[in-house]
Structure formats: structure tokens, C-alpha cells
């Protein structure tokens, strides 16, 4: 059948379906930005404000430094740092010097880091000073030959400790030097600025991001200066009455994670916009954050913008700054966005994407028309399609239900040292991305569910994401999620875990009661647990995996 972009129709105004990608590295973004907006604050850090110019010139600092340490294109430099300028800076020295950054999540438990540490080869990892001793533990089972530490108050004018409380412990700490840990602040008083030009290649690797683990052991998603930079002019493209050098977002999102990689950092200094990094989005520092800086965007995953609608401080405020908000990784309820929308007249745009295209696939049409329930429409340069689960081959037409397959360049070149994985995740261009969706007649895709979590049970297929939102629709209950569990007749049967709203009582059979009014005889729960909260990932992707596992082991003991 014929491929036909059936969304181009339903792009908003001045969105064209195709840009022209400008062979910019995101590393030479930098430089450029540097020099057309030197005095433009770029990012801001609990009031920390660095311009535009400063920044290029502590990359330069440090990119002197990390030769000095023996660093050179195509080496691999491990970061293990919530959102923090020294980030930034590490991370575009990297660049700059053609090396490639490898992201891992400060919150992996020591086993899962020196997985990471040893598959990407990492000789030089960045890291807090609190975290030193696992480093220094990593060192011991890793590749690992140089640690470099960053303090939090590295870059505070000052500390409000009422706001920051999770950093007064950490206030005066010293690390003891010793042969192979050098200090963050002693690297950047001790290299000059001396300009360091930029080695960063179009075709080049420029990151390592690791997925989440969600479904196994997390592969290190090869993404090249191309797939960063186009990603972002992509993105960039999708807002065409933003203007560069004007716009502040909050940047929630970690950045070592591949959202917040981009919409964090670097389309913050593509567009020499500001944003404001937090390292902990919780709703009393958002709202303080909000209140002084009054940002243009708001991104945050669904448990985000529950908190903020929960807090009366938020439901007070004055936001007619904001021109909107973001959301993506987890599905949000139907409700919170009509709350936010309801209290602030303005819309959520939702995104969707995978690490392996760099998390930007398809998003609500900025200025155009939001569906509640959709991820929006593929992105210009973007081609999304549905194919069937069974074999991958046969194309679906609009409101078949099957496989999200992505093209663009923004699709990684594989994952590193994976070549199996690589095989059955890129086909002939196309991303087989492993989620189940569904597109409509206007091109506006939605997200059913992960392949892998699909629940089969006497024969049915049973989607788990329909039992979810059924039951965040329910008054009483904040958060859900359904499994499928061993059934010796159904083969498997349907549990569901319940998180309900402080206050809230309900049994099983109310939740079960209330499924039959909304569900198919054959998706309604058979049991029901109420628990405190859902294990999720650091960027709020609720994982449904852990719940299998807590249940198996259950059943094991049993």
C-alpha cells in the first residue's frame, strides 16, 4: 500500500513538513550562540545565572583540562550528575573535543552503573562529590581511571535552605585528594580559556544514552552529532512564533536523560533560549521557581503536574506567563489536563518518543488542535507507521491497531555493542520501537500500550493501558496499573494495582464493579491491590515490569 502522511494535513500554521537540517553540530551550536547572544543567560541554577559567554568560556576551561587528562575524539567520558551546570559544561567540553558523553542515572544501583560503566568503556567519569565512594568502588570493577567531582553549591551566589533542604548536608563537604580524583572548580581555576575548536563531526558519535531498563538489561542507544542536532532543529521547527534568544523553560526533565538532554539543554542553547535546570522537580521549588522567573513552558511528566494541581499555593498563583505545558514518558490522566487547562486557559502538549530516536517523535501540533488522549502528529522530517505485531511486514491503515515503527534523522545508528539488538530494533531504515498504537484519520497517533506488556488471556489480547485509564478516571483513585498474572485456565488473568487520592477509601469489589461498567467482561480485574505508590522510573514512566516481578516472586514464595 502507499505510504501517505496523512498528518501533514493537520500541522498547524506556519509548520512546514519538511525543514532543511543544517549540518550544525550541536557542539558548534554553542560557539555560534556564544557569539550571537553572549550576554543572554543561558541557564540559571537556584539564581545562578550564567551567560551565553560564560558558559563557552568554562567549556573551554574544561575542555583544555580534559586534554590535559588525556582525552581525545571518539573517547568515552561517563556522566553521573543530576541536573547541574557542571553538566552542561562537562558535556559540551566533551563535544567539543569530539569525544562522546555516556549519561547513566546517578539513582542505579552501584551493579547496574558498572554495567553501564564497563559496556561503554568509560575511562573518565563526572560525578558528585557525595557519590565518590561509589565511584571509587566503580573504579575498582570498571574501566575507570580519572573521577572528577562536582559540588552542589559549585555555582550558588547563595542558599536558601528552607527551599533546597536536600543539599544542606552536602553544604560543606571536602573531597581528600588522592592519586585519580581530581576536583570540578580545581580543573576550571586551573586551565586557561584558551578557545578550544570545536572537533565535533556531523557523522560522528556524539552520546551514549542508556534506555531505562523498563524491559531488560538498558542498551546504550548510539546517537550521532547528526541524530542530536536534527532532533533539535526538528523540534526547534515545531514552534515557529517562538523567538531565538527569548524564550525560558523550566528544564525538569534530568538531562541525562534523552528528553531532557534536548529539551533541558541543548534546544536551550540552539535557540539561545534560558532555562532554568532544577535537580529535584518537586512541587514547592517548581512553584517558587515559577513565582520568581516566570517561564514561558512548564514540561513535567503526569505525577508532576498532580502534585502542582494538589499544592492550593499553585491553584493561587498568577500564571497567565505560561504559554504551556509539556508532557511526556507517562500517560496523563484526562482530567489533569482538563484541570490545567480549566485553571490556567492554557494546553498540554504531549510528546512521544523512545531514547533511540532521541525522545522526539511525534507531539501535540503547537498552535494547532490538542486531542486528549493523543500524542499528537509526527513531527516535519518524521515518519511514523503501524504494523502488524505478528510479523512487522504488513502496513495497518488508520484505526488498526499494531507496532509503532519511527523514520527519521533523528533514529539512532544502533546500540553499542549490540549488533543482535540493533538487527531486530532497525529494519530497512524503520525504528520497530516495540509499543502498540493507533492512528486516526487525522494523522494523530495514540499509544495503546508496550508489546512486551500486552496480557493474553483465554485467547483475548488484553491491552493493560485500557484497564489504566479506566481507572484513573475514577474519582477516588490517583494512579493505576494492571498486569497480567498466571492463571492455569486463561493462561493469564488481569491484576490491577491501585493508588488512591489521600483520604479515599475503596475495596476490591468497588474497583472490580466499576471496571465492569467500563471494560469487556474478559479486560475486568479478577484482583485488586491497593498500594501506597507505583515503582516508576526517574522520569515518571510508571514500571509495570516490577509489578510482574514483585507478583512472580510472590507467587514463588506461595
Excluded at 532543511?20 to 557569539?35: E, H, P
Excluded at 504488513?394 to 549490540?418: A, F, H, N
Excluded at 494523530?444 to 496480557?455: A, G, H, N, T
Aim: charged letters at 25%; glycine letters at 8%; hydrophobic letters at 40%.
Amino acid at each position: 500500500m502507499a505510504f501517505e502522511r496523512v498528518w501533514h494535513k493537520s500541522y498547524a500554521a506556519g509548520v512546514f513538513p519538511e525543514i532543511a537540517i543544517q549540518k550544525i553540530t550541536v557542539g558548534d551550536a554553542l560557539i555560534r550562540t556564544a557569539k550571537k547572544f553572549p550576554d543572554n543567560i543561558g541557564f540559571i541554577f537556584m539564581g545562578r545565572r550564567i551567560t551565553y559567554r560564560e558558559l563557552d568560556t568554562l567549556v573551554n576551561r574544561f575542555a583544555n583540562a580534559l586534554i590535559d587528562l588525556g582525552v581525545k575524539a571518539g573517547d568515552k567520558v561517563g556522566m553521573l550528575l543530576p541536573n547541574l551546570p557542571q553538566l552542561i559544561i562537562a558535556n559540551h567540553a566533551v563535544h567539543r573535543l569530539g569525544a562522546v558523553t555516556a549519561m547513566n542515572n546517578p539513582l542505579y544501583t552501584e551493579q547496574e552503573l558498572a554495567y553501564q560503566l564497563n559496556d561503554c568503556d568509560a575511562k573518565i567519569i563526572v560525578t558528585l562529590d557525595l557519590l565518590l565512594p561509589r565511584a571509587l568502588a566503580l573504579k575498582a570493577h570498571t574501566g575507570v581511571e580519572t573521577i572528577i567531582t562536582c559540588h552542589i553549591n559549585d555555582y550558588l551566589p547563595f542558599l536558601k535552605k528552607q527551599l533546597y533542604p536536600f543539599v544542606k548536608k552536602a553544604m560543606y563537604r571536602k573531597v581528600t585528594p588522592q592519586k585519580g580524583v581530581h576536583e570540578f572548580m580545581d580543573l576550571i581555576r586551573k586551565y586557561p580559556a584558551t578557545p578550544v575548536p570545536d572537533s565535533s563531526r556531523w557523522d560522528d558519535l556524539g552520546a551514549l544514552i542508556y534506555t531505562g531498563g523498563t524491559t531488560g538489561v538498558s542498551k546504550g542507544a548510539m546517537l550521532t552529532q547528526a541524530n542530536l542536532s536534527s532532533v533539535v532543529q526538528i523540534f526547534r521547527s515545531w514552534l515557529p512564533d517562538m523567538k531565538d534568544g527569548e524564550a525560558h523553560i523550566v528544564g525538569t526533565y534530568p538531562i541525562f536523560h534523552s528528553a531532557g538532554y534536548i529539551a533541558s539543554q541543548e534546544l536551550i542553547v540552539w535557540s539561545g533560549w534560558t532555562s532554568t535546570i532544577i535537580p529535584r522537580p518537586e512541587p514547592g521549588i517548581l512553584i517558587e521557581t515559577m513565582k520568581k522567573f516566570k517561564p514561558d513552558f512548564l514540561p513535567g511528566v503526569a505525577s508532576i503536574f498532580v502534585g502542582l494541581l494538589a499544592n492550593p499555593e499553585f491553584r493561587k498563583m498568577d500564571l497567565s506567563f505560561i504559554k504551556g505545558f509539556f508532557t511526556g514518558a507517562a500517560p496523563i490522566a484526562a482530567d489533569t489536563v482538563q484541570d490545567l487547562k480549566k485553571l490556567t486557559g492554557k494546553d498540554v502538549y504531549d510528546n512521544y518518543g523512545m531514547t533511540e530516536n532521541v525522545a522526539f517523535a511525534t507531539a501535540t501540533p503547537w498552535g494547532g488542535k490538542p486531542k486528549i488522549g493523543s500524542v499528537g502528529l509526527p513531527l516535519p522530517n518524521t515518519d511514523l507507521k503501524i504494523v502488524d505485531v505478528d510479523t512487522g511486514n504488513t502496513d495497518l491503515k488508520p484505526g488498526q491497531i499494531g507496532e509503532i515503527c519511527i523514520k527519521g534523522p533523528q533514529v539512532m545508528s544502533g546500540y553499542y555493542k549490540k549488533a543482535g539488538e540493533t538487527a531486530i530494533a532497525l529494519r530497512d531504515g524503520w525504528l520497530y520501537t516495540g509499543d502498540i498504537g493507533v492512528m486516526d484519520e487525522e494523522g494523530y497517533f495514540r499509544i495503546v500500550d508496550r508489546k512486551k506488556d500486552v496480557i493474553v488471556s483465554g485467547g483475548y489480547n488484553i491491552y493493560p493501558k485500557d484497564i489504566d485509564e479506566v481507572l484513573f478516571n475514577h474519582g477516588k483513585i490517583t494512579e493505576a496499573c494492571a498486569i497480567g498474572i498466571p492463571d492455569a485456565y486463561r493462561g493469564e488473568t488481569v491484576k490491577a494495582f491501585v493508588v488512591l487520592k489521600e483520604g479515599e477509601k475503596m475495596t476490591e469489589e468497588e474497583v472490580i464493579s466499576y471496571c465492569r461498567e467500563h471494560l469487556a467482561a474478559y479486560k475486568v480485574p479478577k484482583f485488586v491491590e491497593f498500594i501506597n505508590a507505583l515503582p516508576k522510573s526517574v522520569v515518571g514512566k510508571i514500571l509495570r515490569r516490577e509489578l510482574r516481578d514483585r507478583e512472580m516472586k510472590k507467587q514463588v514464595k506461595d
